[in-house]
């Protein structure tokens, strides 16, 4: 029941005014037309959500959600809050975990986005139905490396800028990513503006320049 | 289920439980009090618009039955910097009958909101205290308080649904939430209404009156109790439905007070001596 998605690597880091998705692209097909950013949907105006697993149960879970986000801001004429639409999610794929004639939904979805009261947020559900909240994530393939990556590099100061998190992001990504930044798609959100997508070359770019400069000075130490 | 659908078996297990069309036509004089089916019990031989047709407004008793309620109240709140003020009078009335001079129109919903009730009594106790359990489902929930215009549209719509049923409620919702103080009037066909100044009732044309007269945002507490004692008082004064006591709350950030709760009588010598 794998489709190609179940081998992307997504990751997500949550900064102080910025929340970064990052998502491994996956070659396709040469006669395929290549749509960017497919992986990573908007829920609403303020709360976006990108997902591993089959797209198809994908789809679905995300028309619920975008129905209840809109029904939630006419019932109670607030914007849903992350952990809101997060723990929607979370009952809808536990509901089909305990009914007759269904099987769970076969996705990991990563949820990020700002609350009405500008605090970001970052959720992560499982097929279980099961939520938690992260201040960086992996999902996908490979997503055990790269989080300890992130274990090992996410403090106060690697996301003290917009930049530094969306830098933090490409990083976690190459580590496992081959062929560098062809194969990376960036989308972030800040408050109060909609999801977007980033250039990542000029950053791609600079990391490298960063690494090249951290490698030269190791090798001056060990010289001297 | 759909099980049962490709088996065929659906219908001969449909047959056999309850179902409300064929209740009537199966057996005759069997009635089922359930609460999901309501059923109206007439004696036989009595023709149901023939009974109702005193108690209605419209001509033939058959088309849009309401029941005709007598129902008077003053009720009033109004939004000024410091707050919201609420006060209600007491007198709950049946036709020219005073059933009680101490009735309870502001429900507490919780410390952060207040519904006041005009209207039917029973419609409005009913609704409030259902909306009162909404909000404090909302709050286990979300872990924090229902905000104002949330919970005045879950009322909204809970009576929306009812419409032209014969609910009569006028009701205003006045709170303090993340937005700071909040007033909406909700009424029985589920309009639903934000605003500075409100005011419900048989005795709402005299409470206007006064209010408009004396109302500026920038009243400061004590102009602020008095005005809204005096608009009440004097709308009890004149209109017969209103009367009893004049129960005065007050919206602040950190929650409602209940500022004071005078007789009538009282207030009109207090106010006559004024004049002196």
């Known amino acids: 029941m794998h489709d190609s998605c179940s081998f992307i690597l997504m990751v997500g880091i949550r900064g102080k005014d910025i929340v970064v998705l990052g998502v491994e692209k996956k070659s396709v097909a040469k006669l395929q037309e290549e749509r960017t950013v497919r992986k990573i949907c908007a829920l609403d105006e303020h709360v976006c959500m990108a997902f591993a697993g089959l797209t198809a149960d994908a789809r679905i879970v995300i028309n619920r959600a975008r129905v209840e986000c809109q029904s939630h801001r006419l019932t109670v004429e607030d914007p849903v809050t992350v952990e809101y639409i997060t723990r929607y999610i979370a009952t809808l794929k536990q509901r089909y975990t305990q009914s007759n004639g269904r099987r769970p939904f076969g996705i990991s979805a990563l949820i990020v986005g700002f609350d009405y009261d500008g605090t970001p947020r970052l959720y992560q559900t499982d097929p279980s139905g099961t939520y938690h909240a992260w201040k960086a994530n992996a999902i996908g393939r490979s997503a055990k490396t790269v989080r300890e990556f992130l274990e090992k590099n996410y403090t106060d100061e690697a996301i003290a800028s917009d930049n530094d998190a969306i830098k933090l992001a490409i990083k976690a990504l190459l580590e496992v990513v081959q062929s560098g930044g062809k194969n990376i798609e960036l989308a972030v959100i800040r408050r109060n503006q909609p999801l977007k997508s980033k250039e990542i070359e000029t950053l791609v770019a600079e990391i490298e320049k960063e690494k090249e400069e951290e490698a030269e000075k190791k090798k001056q130490k060990k010289s001297s | ?276």
């Open chain 2, 1 to 276: 289920m759909a099980l049962l659908d490709v088996c065929g078996i659906s219908d001969w297990v449909k047959e056999d439980t309850f179902s409300s069309q064929k209740a009537s036509v199966d057996r005759v004089n069997h009635f089922n009090f359930a609460a999901r089916e309501p059923e109206l019990a007439v004696p036989i031989g009595v023709d149901p618009a023939d009974f109702l047709k005193p108690f209605t407004d419209c001509e033939d008793g058959v088309e849009g039955v309401t029941i005709k309620l007598e129902h008077g109240t003053t009720t009033l709140a109004f939004k000024f910097q410091h707050g919201v003020m609420v006060a209600v009078d007491s007198r709950a009335s049946s036709g020219s009958y005073v059933s009680t001079q101490m009735f309870k129109k502001v429900i507490e919903i919780n410390p952060y909101l207040l519904g006041t009730m005009s209207g039917s009594a029973a419609d409005c106790v009913y609704w409030e205290r259902l909306l009162a359990k909404e909000c404090r489902i909302y709050k286990l929930r979300n872990k924090e308080r229902i905000s104002v215009s949330a919970a005045s549209k879950l009322l909204a719509n809970m009576v929306a649904n009812y419409r032209g049923m014969g609910l009569s409620m006028g009701t205003m919702i006045c709170g303090w939430d993340k937005k700071g103080p909040g007033l909406y009037y909700v009424d029985d066909n589920g309009l639903r209404l934000s605003g500075n100044m409100f005011s419900t009732g048989s005795g709402s044309s005299y409470a206007y009156g006064v209010m408009d007269s004396g109302y500026r945002y920038d009243l400061t507490v004590p102009e602020a109790y008095d005005l809204a004692q005096r608009a009440i008082f004097h709308a009890t004064h004149r209109d017969a439905y209103s009367g009893g006591t004049v129960n005065m709350y007050h919206m602040q950030e950190t929650g409602w007070i209940k500022v004071s709760q005078e007789d009538v009588g009282e207030l009109y010598h207090r106010f006559a001596a004024e004049k002196k």
